[in-house]
């Protein structure tokens, strides 16, 4: 498999990620893998910009609401599982497209997860409590002083990373970044990122009329149909959580969409700070054409080839 290729494609959230995606699918003639840990769940499509019908029936994705939210899937399963995918997709694709905004699940793929240490459940145990108890705002604390240097990569909104930090940081004794870029497995493939971008502005701007369009296709009554278990870790993401504080009448309506656009705006920064550390990737704005990009893959290739 070491002639395949894997063409990455990521960006901040509303950047026109699955339509370029999907155009370098119909152009290399082959299949999709989808890296969004948040269109992972069959419950939940509004607020996760799931590809509609027809862009599913244009291209066959993977990994697109395959998962119930009262499943547990980590990046490490997602790891196995799309290695498993890209070895079956090789055996009839020269090129494979993966994309996504979750940094961290492509990383998962293209280049290998780091390796942990065994600590305590008790642990995980106890911090989960303390967000029940306490909120969010206690652990992000916690992770601030016990690692600096991580606090300010992480999406300190998701409490699932921020809670799979803190264990690691409690239980070791050590910084969790301190676990970070050690040696990983190789990949018997090539892979290209490509990333999708624009001025702040005009990514802010798209921000704004997405959620405005969720809300309009159905947003809140997709939130009032899983608000019963609103505590399940699938949910705790932006789009969920602020309508969900609306539902339990703590804000008005208005009130919890403004602070959607916000806290997206807020998640389209943080992605941008992690792609930002790539020093390899092919960097595009958002409006260059299909032929443009597939001409900028072929002389970053040629690149590659030349070391």
Same mark, same amino acid.
């Given at each position: +498999?070491?002639?395949?290729?894997?063409? !990455?494609?990521?960006?901040?959230?509303?950047?026109?990620?699955?339509?370029? =995606?999907?155009?370098?699918?119909?152009?290399?003639?082959?299949?999709?893998?989808?890296? &969004?840990?948040? @269109?992972?769940?069959?419950?939940?499509?509004?607020?996760?910009?799931?590809?509609?019908?027809?862009? %599913?029936?244009?291209?066959?994705?993977?990994?697109? #609401?395959?998962?119930?939210?009262?499943?547990?899937?980590?990046?490490?399963?997602?790891?196995?599982?799309?290695?498993?995918?890209?070895?079956?997709?090789?055996?009839?694709?020269?090129?494979?497209?993966?994309?996504?905004?979750?940094?961290?699940?492509?990383?998962?793929?293209?280049?290998?997860?780091?390796?942990?240490?065994?600590?305590?459940?008790?642990?995980?145990?106890?911090?989960?409590?303390?967000?029940?108890?306490?909120?969010?705002?206690?652990?992000?604390?916690?992770?601030?002083?016990?690692?600096?240097?991580?606090? /300010?990569?992480? &999406?300190?909104?998701?409490?699932?990373?921020?809670?799979?930090? %803190?264990?690691? !940081?409690?239980?070791?004794?050590?910084?969790?970044?301190?676990?970070?870029?050690?040696?990983?497995?190789?990949?018997?493939?090539?892979?290209?990122?490509?990333?999708?971008?624009?001025?702040?502005?005009?990514?802010?701007?798209?921000?704004?009329?997405?959620?405005?369009? +969720?809300?309009? #296709?159905?947003?809140?009554? *997709? =939130? $009032?149909?899983?608000?019963?278990?609103?505590?399940?870790?699938?949910? @705790? /993401?932006?789009?969920?959580? *602020?309508?969900?504080?609306?539902?339990?009448? #703590?804000? &008005?309506?208005?009130?919890?969409?403004? *602070?959607?656009?916000?806290?997206?705006?807020?998640?389209?920064?943080?992605?941008?700070?992690?792609?930002?550390? &790539? $020093?390899? +990737?092919?960097?595009?704005?958002? @409006?260059?054409?299909?032929?443009?990009?597939? *001409?900028?893959?072929?002389?970053?290739?040629?690149?590659?080839?030349?070391?």
């Amino acid at each position: +498999m070491a002639d395949k290729l894997l063409i !990455c494609i990521v960006g901040p959230t509303a950047i026109g990620k699955t339509s370029m =995606a999907i155009a370098l699918a119909n152009y290399y003639g082959t299949e999709i893998i989808s890296a &969004d840990s948040r @269109q992972f769940y069959k419950e939940i499509s509004i607020g996760t910009a799931v590809p509609t019908t027809k862009e %599913l029936q244009t291209v066959n994705h993977h990994f697109i #609401q395959h998962k119930s939210i009262f499943e547990t899937y980590s990046v490490g399963d997602f790891e196995r599982d799309a290695m498993a995918a890209l070895k079956e997709l090789f055996k009839q694709k020269e090129v494979v497209i993966m994309v996504g905004g979750s940094g961290l699940y492509v990383d998962a793929v293209t280049k290998g997860l780091d390796n942990f240490p065994t600590v305590s459940p008790k642990i995980r145990q106890e911090l989960i409590e303390k967000l029940e108890h306490e909120g969010i705002e206690s652990l992000q604390k916690m992770l601030k002083d016990l690692d600096p240097d991580y606090s /300010t990569r992480v &999406d300190l909104e998701n409490p699932h990373r921020v809670i799979r930090a %803190l264990e690691i !940081c409690l239980g070791t004794g050590k910084p969790y970044s301190t676990f970070l870029n050690r040696e990983k497995p190789s990949r018997p493939f090539k892979s290209i990122t490509l990333g999708l971008f624009a001025d702040r502005a005009v990514i802010y701007d798209r921000i704004e009329k997405r959620v405005d369009i +969720m809300m309009e #296709q159905g947003l809140l009554r *997709e =939130a $009032e149909k899983v608000y019963a278990h609103k505590d399940q870790n699938a949910l @705790q /993401t932006i789009g969920y959580r *602020e309508l969900f504080n609306y539902l339990d009448g #703590q804000w &008005d309506l208005n009130f919890a969409v403004s *602070e959607i656009k916000k806290n997206t705006r807020r998640f389209a920064k943080r992605q941008l700070t992690w792609f930002r550390k &790539d $020093e390899q +990737m092919l960097r595009l704005d958002h @409006q260059t054409s299909v032929e443009a990009t597939v *001409e900028a893959i072929n002389i970053k290739l040629k690149e590659l080839a030349h070391g």
